[in-house]
């Protein structure tokens, strides 16, 4: 037989689409003649049999044969031997080929039972095969059910999506015949989906259960910003704006959103001038845009003109909204905004009222923050802050866009001017847990950090240059987590952030991998009068700088920084300039142990280190990239007449000499070093 018979005949199953005849055929060969080829049925030891032809003598010793045979048994479950027999001219048979074959005219028993009718968009998108998830053991089936055949040839699972595409998949089938769909099939259009799960036995039998409608609900991220002008210099009776921006980061394919509802309660020391049409109301206003409203990546403005009041005494003006829509939020957390028009006052432990006022009426920093707008202020008192309970690893001091924090205050000040951030130390700490080793609330060393500290002290993404941070000890983040970015920037994590960092102490952070004091990615950071002393990385223990953005670092320490890898103090990998900068007994395992650098640096005037203790190899500053600097042969590196650190030093040591700012910024070295020099030179 040809291998088209054998595959007819390997199923050993008739019925359905293939009952009750089957077209078969093959090859015949005889060393004198061939005949033809006969197919007979074997009841009780009698052969009754069916021919290709007339079975005459051929002149020929070949020939192919073909013949249609018709399966006498008409009950599910019969089975019929068949022979099949060669026969040359002279009427002699071959051996015979031998089939068992069965009458199967019963579909596949499948059973379904639905178990969600409706599902997120987000929530079954890209749960692909392939994926980091196993849709089969690990998600909650849209479908469940047991599938019974013994003898089964496919089967598969239907979808008809709302936009008219259609979408198969086999169906997976456990051993013990139960069957699980529908996970990791791709619904990625929001609205009705209808499935059909469909199975087919190897007779042709088919069974078709459903359709079975599961609803897609659509997934936005909406966010929402508010500023508020004038920010400052406001009386009562003056006209005041907000400014409310609605930005719709919407998940793929779900559209315009609808149902865009903003809800915006005034302070009640304002009066309502002026809104837009579709707002509604006074002191809360409800504004409703029911028919599809920005797409993906789009945004909306609505601006609110109000009049404050002639009772107004001063306090803080703060407004706060909420932006919604039909549908799903897939990051809920800046669906809110506040806008605040005055100084905020922030302590430890909220007090009074706790409406951040005034100092009596202080709240924590945390609450601050979280009324806190653009152009706001929050004066911060001395203390120790923390941003979260116990356990809370991810809580943080998150900085907004154009908000400005100082620290410093006793908590009677009534201009920033009169603050002191040396005597009253403002101290933001990431032991949540309390149990550090620590002096007055500061951890001296990375290594003292016990348990589970917050991952990042503070963080602040997409900051503009108005944002401002002075005047704090920032110790005990603990970066140390698996996931992007939790093991980066223990201190203070910023991404593509352009903010102003002053008078500012990074003291015992820890990360995992970059930037145990500080992490920039991106953005054009100025950093004044900052120290970083006792941080640790696996690189870059006090500082990580990457990516491509233009940090700016004047009158900057680095002291005691430990790098497991390179970059001790710091690592580079993106502009950088340094203007009056100390590298002091800072570490690394491997090179670099003051600084590595991989970017564009240009270095003014001169920056002084001791030589680093390194475990392997490598200089105490190491280029990779393009250093500029005003020394011919930087610290660290021999010149090329074989001389080493004593004329580079002396060098440097004539710098502090004719530059008293520097000299001053040397004095924060410790004076075991200082002396050394002095001997020296």
Not at 105 to 113: A, D, E, G, H, I
Not at 192 to 213: K, M, Q
Not at 525 to 535: E, K, Q, R, S
Not at 658 to 667: A, F, K, T
């Amino acid at each position: 037989m040809d291998a088209n018979s054998e595959a007819i005949l390997a199923y050993n199953t008739f019925g359905g689409l293939n009952w009750p005849t089957v077209n078969l055929g093959g090859a015949i060969t005889d060393n004198l003649s061939v005949a033809g080829a006969l197919a007979c049925r074997v009841d009780g030891g009698v052969e009754t049999c069916q021919s290709d032809g007339a079975l005459v003598p051929w002149p020929a010793t070949s020939r192919t044969w073909w013949l249609s045979y018709t399966i006498a048994a008409r009950s599910e479950g019969v089975t019929e031997t068949v022979r099949f027999y060669g026969v040359d001219g002279a009427g002699n048979r071959s051996a015979p080929i031998t089939r068992t074959l069965r009458v199967d005219t019963l579909p596949p028993r499948l059973t379904v039972t639905q178990t969600l009718t409706e599902v997120w968009h987000n929530d079954y998108i890209n749960l692909g095969w392939g994926g980091l998830t196993n849709p089969i053991t690990d998600a909650v089936p849209i479908l469940t059910g047991t599938l019974t055949e013994a003898a089964l040839d496919w089967a598969d699972l239907r979808i008809e999506h709302p936009n008219d595409g259609l979408w198969t998949t086999n169906l997976v089938r456990f051993p013990d015949g139960r069957w699980h769909g529908a996970p990791q099939l791709d619904f990625s259009v929001p609205g009705v989906h209808t499935i059909t799960v469909r199975a087919r036995d190897l007779s042709g039998n088919w069974t078709v259960a459903g359709p079975f409608n599961l609803l897609v609900k659509p997934v936005y991220n909406l966010s929402l910003s508010k500023t508020v002008t004038p920010t400052t210099g406001v009386r009562a009776s003056d006209l005041i704006t907000y400014t409310q921006v609605i930005l719709n980061r919407t998940e793929r394919d779900n559209g315009r959103v609808t149902n865009l509802r903003l809800t915006d309660t005034l302070p009640a020391e304002v009066t309502l001038v002026s809104a837009p049409p579709e707002c509604s109301g006074s002191s809360e206003l409800v504004c409703l845009w029911p028919a599809p409203t920005i797409g993906e990546n789009e945004h909306l403005t609505v601006t609110l003109v109000a009049r404050i009041t002639d009772t107004w005494t001063g306090t803080p003006l703060v407004n706060r909204a909420e932006v919604s829509a039909d549908g799903k939020d897939s990051d809920s957390s800046d669906n809110t905004a506040a806008a605040v028009g005055a100084i905020l006052y922030a302590a430890p432990t909220a007090r009074g009222a706790g409406d951040c006022s005034s100092w009596a009426d202080a709240c924590t920093l945390q609450s601050a923050l979280s009324v806190a707008g653009y152009g706001s202020e929050i004066w911060v008192q001395s203390g120790v802050h923390y941003p979260g309970a116990a356990s809370n690893r991810t809580a943080t001091f998150t900085l907004k866009d154009g908000v400005r924090l100082y620290g410093g205050f006793a908590g009677t000040e009534i201009a920033r001017d009169a603050r002191d951030w040396r005597a009253n130390k403002t101290i933001l700490s990431g032991d949540i847990d309390r149990n550090d080793i620590t002096v007055n609330g500061v951890a001296t060393n990375a290594v003292n950090i016990v348990g589970a500290n917050a991952l990042h002290v503070l963080r602040g993404e997409n900051l503009g240059a108005a944002t401002v941070v002075d005047g704090f000890i920032i110790t005990a983040g603990q970066a140390d987590s698996l996931g992007y970015p939790h093991y980066s920037g223990g201190g203070m994590y910023l991404y593509n952030s352009s903010p102003t960092l002053a008078h500012l102490t990074f003291s015992s952070n820890l990360a995992s991998l970059a930037g145990g004091g500080l992490r920039t990615y991106g953005g054009h950071p100025v950093l004044n009068d900052v120290t970083f002393h006792g941080n640790q990385a696996g690189m870059g223990g006090g500082m990580s700088n990457e990516n491509g953005g233009a940090t700016t670092l004047v009158n900057v320490v680095f002291s005691h920084n430990r790098a497991n890898d390179h970059g001790g103090g710091m690592v580079n990998n993106s502009a950088a300039t340094l203007i009056n900068v100390v590298f002091s007994a800072n570490s690394a395992g491997i090179y670099g142990g003051g600084m590595t650098n991989y970017g564009d640096s240009t270095l003014i005037q001169c920056y002084v280190q001791r030589q680093q203790r390194r475990q392997r190899r490598g200089r105490s500053v190491q280029f990779l990239g393009d250093p500029r600097t005003d020394q011919r042969h930087p610290v660290g590196q021999q010149r090329p007449d074989g001389t080493g650190n004593r004329q580079r030093q002396q060098h440097c040591y004539h710098f502090l000499q004719r530059h008293p700012g520097l000299r001053r910024l040397w004095q924060r070295v410790e004076p075991g070093l200082r002396q050394r020099w002095r001997r020296q030179h």
